[in-house]
């Protein structure tokens, strides 16, 4: 027999080498930490802060204008290591930080503040934003000389992470430290369930989340350093509302990880070795153990409620049994022996979805179950995450409001007279424009300013805003009001003066290809006039700006009402009336003139919605002219969206009317499944649903492509026109798809096969449209009718003139 001190021996070393791989804690395979403004690496703990100015090879800092900063304070009380804390970087001007992503999945990003004073800065005055990839981090004011730490999670689908800072105007940004790292993929949900809304769930998978709270029951603190993931958990002391109901416990032996269901990564040990009990010494007693936090209203959030019984021991097998609550909402109870195998000391935890309306407080409450008499009720644990809006924002906006509000107070008091005289000079260069047309052409020309040359010229050109306009509508290009990313640049809403809304598409600067998209939509824009396609509102290219105003669309794209869980979903009857609309307006975009106008960027993301769901196509940035009469396509280079792109253009470089079609079949696609073209989460014969779509019918299984929020709802008929005409749309060859009026025309068989009844509109009133047993005969006539003979509406022939005033109404 081996001698037992050697075995011991072993014991013990084994022991420790464990203790020391928990130390060491997760290892990510992004594993990006910034001491910013230094010029030394930093140990904090066991991890390294690479300083950011030795311009690393790991990750690019663009930023024109900087100025790196140090504090000569040596006693910063904070748990992250006070070296993070004792300088910064300062941005005068949009500045990003650009890494490479190796992993796709979800990110922590961790941002440092802490505001000092550094020669001419205040950072206590600082005022910016801060985005990352489509999401609009924060936009806050740093104030207080305590350091602030603000923790978000982003799933990052594509290889590269972009983090801008953006000063506000007269200010500047600044940050001490960041973090940005990957994350083990079970610490995000994909989904959770909604507390209040029976069978409701909160998909979460593309959500941008921001840590609101993160606490440690039992009156307890755990640093980052003995957390796997350096996670800070705050103690629950300060959230308890009545702190006589409760008792804080704490058995960290008693924790039994090796149940494998719950991981250290979830939590750490001293997490779920600690609890908040609650006294139960009156069993009729009608209270709850609650703990309140201050919350941003209008969002949703994910609470995550982490329990481990470490109160019963194999004697007494009491057991714990809780009655969770959310605000107001109960969130079912908890029989923690059989959710945990009955193993005593078995972590668990449990996540639930809730949204907060005009509140500021979140509440979370645990109570006495009524299934057992006389249970132990306890919470070890709390995280509440604060989910993204739905145009990408997880800061708030009424912050931004309030603060721009006294500051137009302020410069409206001081500088009146100033901005007075400025407007009225606007006001008669403007009058003067209107007056001025071009002779030549009946219309204005459009100059990028400073250039002294034109870069185009229309008859129609819509009007020309200054620049100041367009920065007070948008609130300065405020961050929060980004309703939309494009390789263009971004849209904003705004508000004009006169209560107008808009969507305001603010070109990135001094980019050739962008000058390129915006002289052609502009052109495109000014001679449409349809219904069915977003109106041109006007343009600015002041101070060499590019920025193209539109009518604003209330209920955004065709995209997310597909498959984005934020928005309202969309019955098969609204699915079909948003694809006849897209069809009305590409089929008047083909047929419409001599030469027909090619989108060439056909996509779900370009269809946008107005208040009544009503269809508009939008971004006519890569639009063409078709080929002459005499010709049967036009030569050019391949553009469009990716997973949309008609082969036979892809191959050949050929472009014609039928590549629109088959975008379109694309589209048609999306509505008729809810999903994405391109879905690499999904098995490998699933990721492209045109091939996966194709197959399966083939295979005749159509019904497996359908949404399953659609089953039961489509008639068969009504499915079978709707796929038969979208499968024509995908043929291979342009020459064996139909044009879009064949299109139209089967759409709209397909809507009158699905039922005559009355359809009742999103804000319950009945759709006028097809309240008599689907389209009028006009309309069925025009859809077939082939082309109408001026783009702009001029030269109408009488047959065609009533048809187009039915249209335009």
Request: glycine content about 8%; some cysteine; overall charge negative.
């Amino acid at each position: 027999m081996e001698n037992p001190g050697n075995f011991r021996l072993i014991v013990g070393i084994l022991f420790v080498f464990c203790l020391v791989n928990i130390s060491l804690g997760f290892n990510p395979v992004d594993n990006f930490l910034i001491d910013c403004g230094s010029s030394r690496n930093r140990s904090v703990g066991v991890r390294q802060f690479v300083a950011d100015d030795s311009n690393p090879s790991s990750y690019t800092l663009s930023t024109p204008q900087h100025t790196l900063a140090n504090s000569t304070s040596n006693s910063i009380p904070l748990y992250y290591g006070s070296s993070l804390y004792q300088t910064a970087r300062i941005f005068s001007g949009p500045s990003d930080y650009s890494f490479p992503i190796k992993e796709q999945g979800r990110h922590w990003i961790r941002l440092h503040f802490f505001p000092f004073v550094f020669e001419k800065y205040n950072m206590s005055n600082a005022k910016f934003s801060v985005s990352a990839q489509n999401f609009s981090l924060t936009r806050e004011t740093q104030s207080g000389n305590v350091p602030v730490v603000k923790e978000y999670s982003l799933n990052i689908t594509s290889n590269r992470l972009v983090l801008r800072f953006i000063p506000d105007s007269e200010s500047f940004a600044f940050i001490n430290a960041l973090e940005v790292f990957s994350i083990p993929e079970n610490i995000v949900p994909e989904e959770a369930r909604m507390v209040g809304r029976k069978g409701d769930k909160r998909s979460l998978r593309e959500a941008a989340l921001e840590t609101v709270a993160r606490v440690d029951m039992g009156n307890s603190t755990v640093l980052p350093q003995n957390d796997t993931l350096w996670r800070l958990w705050v103690s629950d002391d300060e959230y308890l509302i009545d702190k006589k109901l409760g008792s804080f416990m704490s058995n960290v032996s008693a924790v039994n990880f090796t149940g494998g269901l719950v991981t250290e990564d979830i939590a750490p040990a001293s997490v779920y070795g600690t609890a908040t009990r609650f006294n139960l010494d009156d069993p009729t007693l009608n209270a709850n153990l609650t703990w309140s936090f201050d919350v941003d209203p209008g969002f949703d959030y994910l609470a995550r409620l982490h329990f481990c019984d470490i109160v019963s021991n194999s004697s007494t097998q009491q057991g714990v049994f809780v009655e969770i609550f959310i605000n107001t909402h109960s969130a079912g109870h908890l029989d923690l022996g059989s959710q945990t195998s009955h193993i005593l000391g078995a972590p668990y935890f449990m996540d639930v979805c809730t949204r907060i309306g005009d509140s500021r407080k979140l509440n979370v409450s645990v109570g006495s179950s009524n299934i057992v008499n006389f249970p132990s009720v306890i919470l070890n644990g709390l995280e509440i995450m604060k989910i993204n809006n739905a145009k990408g924002g997880l800061d708030v906006p009424e912050v931004v409001s309030s603060r721009t509000s006294k500051t137009a107070l302020i410069v409206g008091l001081t500088v009146g007279l100033f901005v007075f005289v400025l407007l009225a000079a606007v006001l008669i260069l403007f009058c003067r424009r209107r007056r001025k047309p071009d002779p030549g052409s009946g219309g204005r020309n459009i100059h990028v300013a400073g250039s002294g040359t034109d870069i185009f010229s229309s008859s129609k050109i819509g009007y020309r805003f200054p620049f100041m306009a367009l920065v007070e509508a948008t609130d300065n290009f405020c961050e929060n009001l980004i309703i939309g990313v494009g390789g263009f640049g971004k849209v904003y809403k705004g508000v004009l003066r006169d209560e107008t809304e808009v969507a305001v598409k603010r070109g990135t600067p001094q980019s050739s290809q962008g000058l390129t998209e915006f002289r052609t939509e502009i052109e495109m824009l000014s001679q449409f006039r349809h219904r069915h396609l977003v109106s041109l509102i006007g343009y600015c290219d002041e101070l060499n700006e590019m920025i193209i105003i539109y009518e604003y669309m209330e209920n955004g794209t065709l995209k997310n009402h597909l498959y984005c869980s934020s928005h309202p979903g969309l019955s098969w009857r609204q699915r079909l009336e948003i694809s006849i609309g897209s069809a009305k307006g590409l089929h008047y975009l083909h047929t419409g003139s001599t030469k027909a106008i090619i989108h060439r960027d056909v996509k779900s993301a370009n269809i946008l919605l107005d208040k009544n769901f009503m269809a508009k196509v939008a971004d006519f940035g890569l639009s063409k002219t078709g080929p002459d009469i005499d010709r049967t396509h036009v030569s050019t280079a391949v553009k469009g969206s990716f997973g949309y792109l008609d082969p036979e253009y892809l191959t050949t470089q050929q472009l014609t009317e039928k590549s629109d079609v088959y975008s379109f079949g694309v589209v048609l696609l999306e509505v008729l499944c809810g999903r994405p073209v391109i879905d690499p989460s999904l098995p490998r014969e699933k990721v492209n649903l045109v091939d996966w779509a194709l197959k399966s019918c083939s295979n005749g299984r159509l019904e497996d492509i359908v949404d399953p929020r659609l089953v039961g709802e489509i008639k068969p008929e009504s499915l079978n026109k709707f796929w038969e005409i979208t499968e024509k749309c995908l043929g291979k060859h342009g020459i064996y798809r139909p044009s879009m009026g064949d299109v139209l025309w089967n759409l709209e068989s397909a809507l009158q096969l699905q039922g005559n009844e009355q359809k009742t509109a999103h804000d319950g009133e009945l759709s006028s449209e097809f309240s008599h047993g689907g389209h009028s005969e006009t309309s069925l006539e025009f859809s077939r009718a082939g082309s109408v003979s001026e783009l702009a509406g001029v030269s109408m022939t009488t047959v065609f003139a009533q048809m187009l005033s039915e249209q335009m109404r």
